[in-house]
C-alpha cells in the first residue's frame, strides 16, 4: 500500500463537511417523498457504495437495498450510452418504487439507460439521486430528483469516485494533478 499524496489533487472540489450537509439534505428530501411508500434503493457498483452507505444510514433500516453493475461499451473517459449489465439486480422491481443511487452524473447516458431498463421491467416508479452532478448533465435530458452537490466541470475522484481504480476511499472529493495522468509509477 501506498499513501496517497496531497500533491495529487490540484484542489478540493467538495469537502467531507459538504458531503455530510447534501446527504442530509438527500435523506431528508427522500424520507419525506416515501413516508408513505415501500422504497428499494438500487445502488450503482463501483463508484454509488460510499453514497449508498452515507445515505442508507440516513434512512429507515427497514429500507433494501440492491446493486447493479453496468459498463459503457467504448474506450476513453466519455461513456457511449451504450451500456452492458455485469451484475443484475436480485430483486424484481415488478411494482416497486425504486430510487437509483449513483455517484455522478456527467453526460446523463448511463443514467438515462438505466432509468428506461427499470422501467421496461415495470417498476411502480424510478427516480434518481446522484451525489455529484455536473453540468454537462444537461445535454441529456434525465431527471434526476436528487442532487447532492453540482461540481464544476473536471474529473475529480474520491468519495467513491475513481481513477484507474484508485482514490474511491478518499473522503472528499478533489480534482485530480495532471501529473497523476502521466502514469507515474505507483
Ligand atoms: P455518464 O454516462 O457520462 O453520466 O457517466 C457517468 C459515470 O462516469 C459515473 O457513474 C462515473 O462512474 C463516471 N464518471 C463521470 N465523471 C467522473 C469523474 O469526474 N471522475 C470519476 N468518474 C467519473
Ligand atoms: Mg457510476
Given at each position: 500500500m501506498?499513501d ?7 484542489r478540493v ?6 458531503i ?11 424520507r ?11 445502488g ?12 442508507a444510514?440516513r ?5 433494501p437495498?440492491?446493486?447493479?453493475a453496468?459498463s459503457s ?6 461513456s ?27 453526460s ?7 432509468v ?8 411502480a416508479s ?7 452532478r ?5 445535454v ?10 453540482e ?9 467513491g469516485?475513481?481513477?484507474?481504480e ?12 495532471p ?8
Amino acid at each position: 500500500m501506498t499513501d496517497e499524496d496531497s500533491s495529487d489533487f490540484l484542489r478540493v472540489v467538495a469537502t467531507e463537511e459538504d458531503i455530510r450537509l447534501a446527504l442530509d439534505r438527500l435523506a431528508a428530501a427522500i424520507r419525506a417523498d416515501y413516508a408513505d411508500r415501500d422504497l428499494l434503493l438500487v445502488g450503482v457498483l463501483k463508484g454509488a457504495v460510499m453514497t449508498m452507505a452515507d445515505l442508507a444510514r440516513r434512512l429507515p433500516a427497514t429500507v433494501p437495498m440492491d446493486w447493479m453493475a453496468v459498463s459503457s461499451y467504448g474506450a476513453g473517459t466519455r461513456s457511449s450510452g451504450v451500456v452492458r449489465i455485469l451484475k443484475d439486480l436480485d430483486a424484481d422491481v415488478t411494482g416497486r418504487n425504486v430510487l437509483i443511487v449513483e455517484d455522478i452524473v456527467d453526460s446523463g447516458r448511463t443514467l438515462a439507460w438505466l432509468v428506461a431498463n427499470l422501467r421496461s421491467r415495470g417498476a411502480a416508479s424510478v427516480e434518481v439521486a446522484a451525489m455529484f452532478r455536473k453540468p454537462d448533465a444537461a445535454v441529456i435530458k434525465t431527471d434526476v430528483r436528487y442532487v447532492g452537490i453540482e461540481i464544476p466541470n473536471e474529473f475529480v475522484v474520491g468519495f467513491g469516485l475513481d481513477y484507474a481504480e484508485r482514490y474511491r476511499g478518499l473522503p472528499f472529493v478533489a480534482a485530480l494533478a495532471p501529473h497523476v495522468y502521466g502514469g507515474a509509477p505507483s
